[in-house]
Nanobody, 114 residues
């Protein structure tokens, strides 16, 4: 059974940083592309960043240069380092396998506010 568990969110001031984690189980993690998504209030869920099994990374234009996605295959965990956070980054953040989406986890709330 696939399980995706996100953590690391919180309240941060504009310009601050957070590091999100997503622990995955029930998949062959080392072979899986992983991605982060986010959903702001009243908006559709959007793709944020992706890391391929080989380590190549891709980012939405809105976060390029500020966010970094990484993975630790030994821990079956994908990370999202978020720097220079803006109020418009406020959302619930989720991870998933973008090739074939799995059931969504509970997500982790990120609130950027002064």
């Amino acid at each position: 059974q696939v399980q995706l568990v996100e953590s690391g969110g919180g309240l941060v001031q504009p310009g601050g940083s957070l590091r999100l984690s997503c622990a995955a189980s029930g998949i062959i993690f080392s072979l899986a592309s992983m991605a982060w998504y986010r959903q702001a209030p009243g908006k559709q869920r959007e793709w944020v960043a992706q890391i391929l099994a080989g380590g190549s990374t891709y980012y939405a234009d809105s976060v390029k240069g500020r966010f970094t996605i990484s993975r630790d295959n030994a821990k079956n965990t994908v990370y999202l380092q978020m720097n220079t956070l803006k109020p418009e980054d406020t959302a619930v953040y989720y991870c998933n396998t973008p090739v074939t989406l799995k059931p969504w986890g509970q997500g982790t709330q990120v609130t950027v506010s002064s």
